[in-house]
Structure formats: structure tokens, C-alpha cells
């Protein structure tokens, strides 16, 4: 006996008049004012050695307590770092960071300390969702894009594999991500690899020099820069914006 034919239900699409988009669409909402999305993925990118981890840890431990970036309002979140890179300089860096700072009354800020993470690999974003949800997270670092991918980054699907599940991530899961990424062998060519990991997400920022720059966002204005000075405290060192 053969089963029935699906039937396939036709796809509706809604249309609403310009003047009515104030009733359906919300404004842009932000980690950092005019600097990180809301809810959208993020790409914060420069060469080996300009403080990129650094300069995304600053952030994360003040919106963890909605403080201030630079001079810059952020929203308080709970914050999930996926150490890929390693996590031994974290530790230190937290720690000069309250010595500058302050210690927060109550951390909300969580780390995965070094384990393997692969973009398209539905295992791991699988348990990687499933501990999202769990703890509450809002706002996810991926640090960093080389140690998310397999084999050449610039070859294949690769870019298109990544970007797309970054934004999955932050339309299923209602977070907020940033990917730290390095530069390719010509340092203001963007993103190593390709393009597209830049074409494909609202908001792109890049790290030179001590100076962190909007390259590129879709809901404000690009080519805000802000400075930044890396703060010796003891055997490490905090940013000081």
C-alpha cells in the first residue's frame, strides 16, 4: 500500500505599508551603544599581538556588570567565553582587570576553558545550545575563528558554513556573538580566509595600534574609533580605554 502524497502547504508572505513599520519592527538595540548588536553576530579582527583577547575580555567583564565601554552605555548580560585559544591568560587578565576596575559584587560572566569547538559540526553546537540555554547566556565569545574551523579557512564552504550558523545561533538562541578572527598576511585586507565572513555579519570591528575601529555596522554609523592602552598591573595587563 503506498502512503498518500504530502501535501504541501504554500508559503504566505505578509506585506505592510511603510508608514505602518513602526507598529511591527522594533528599534536597534545594543550590547555597547553603537558598538556591538544586539542579538546579532559580531567579527572583532586585527593582527597577532594587538590585544584583540584583551580588548573583547574588557568588554565582556563591564557589560557582565553594565559598565560602561569606554565612554560607551552597555546593557548587562551573562556572559559565555569559549577559551579555544587557551585560557591561561584569562585569569591574570581578570585580575588586573579588578585591580583597575573594581571586583564585581556578583560575576555573571562564565568560561569554557580549552576544549574543541567546530563550526558545522552539529554535535558541538548542539551542546554548545543546550548550555546557552541552561546558564541564560546573552551575550557568547568564540575566541578564537581558526581554532572554530577545519583545514584552510579561505577554501570551500567554509565561510558560508560559519556565518551562517553564527546567525542561527543568535536568531534561535537570542544571543548576542562576537568572533575573534586575525588578519590574513596583509593586515588591512580584513578577515584571514575570505570576504565573505565580513559580508555576511552587521557588524565588524578592527583592532590596531590601540585603536578599535568600526569597520562596519549596519544599524549606526561606521568608522567610530576608540583608543586604548594596555595597563601593566603586576605580571599582566587590563585595557584603559
Known amino acids: 500500500m503506498q502512503n498518500p502524497p504530502k501535501t504541501e502547504i504554500p508559503k504566505v508572505y505578509t506585506a505592510y ?4 513599520l513602526d507598529e511591527y519592527l522594533q528599534d536597534p ?10 542579538d546579532e553576530p559580531t567579527f572583532i579582527y586585527g593582527d597577532g599581538g594587538q590585544g584583540k583577547s ?8 563591564n557589560v557582565q556588570e553594565g559598565m560602561p565601554v569606554s565612554d560607551l552605555p552597555s546593557q548587562k548580560m551573562r556572559v559565555l567565553w569559549l577559551a579555544l ?10 585580575k588586573a582587570h579588578q585591580s583597575l576596575y573594581g571586583k564585581s559584587e556578583v ?3 562564565f568560561v569554557i576553558p580549552k576544549q574543541t569547538f567546530t563550526f558545522g559540526n552539529q554535535q558541538d553546537e548542539t551542546a554548545l545550545s543546550e548550555l546557552i540555554t541552561e546558564n541564560n547566556i546573552e551575550l557568547v565569545v568564540i575566541d578564537t575563528l581558526s581554532y572554530a574551523t577545519e583545514g584552510d579557512i579561505s577554501t570551500g564552504n567554509t565561510p558560508g ?22 588578519t590574513g598576511k596583509n593586515l588591512f585586507k580584513g578577515i584571514k580566509g575570505a570576504s565573505e565572513f ?3 555579519v552587521p557588524c565588524v570591528l578592527f583592532i590596531n595600534k ?32
Open 85 to 94: 585559544e587557551g585560557d591561561r591568560d584569562i585569569k591574570k587578565r581578570r
Open 198 to 200: 565580513a559580508n555576511n
Open 107 to 109: 560575576t555573571e560572566f
Open 161 to 182: 558554513i560559519v556565518t551562517r550558523q553564527m546567525r542561527r545561533m543568535c536568531d534561535t538562541l537570542k544571543i548576542s556573538l562576537i568572533v575573534v578572527a586575525h
Open 29 to 38: 538595540e545594543w550590547v555597547v551603544e553603537g558598538l556591538i548588536p544586539k
Open 210 to 241: 590601540g585603536v578599535l575601529e568600526v569597520q562596519k555596522q549596519r544599524s549606526s554609523i561606521s568608522g567610530k574609533k576608540l583608543k586604548f592602552d594596555k595597563k601593566i598591573i603586576d605580571d599582566s595587563f587590563c585595557i584603559e580605554w
Open 17 to 20: 505599508n511603510l508608514d505602518e
Open 54 to 61: 584583551a580588548v573583547v575580555l574588557n568588554i565582556c567583564m
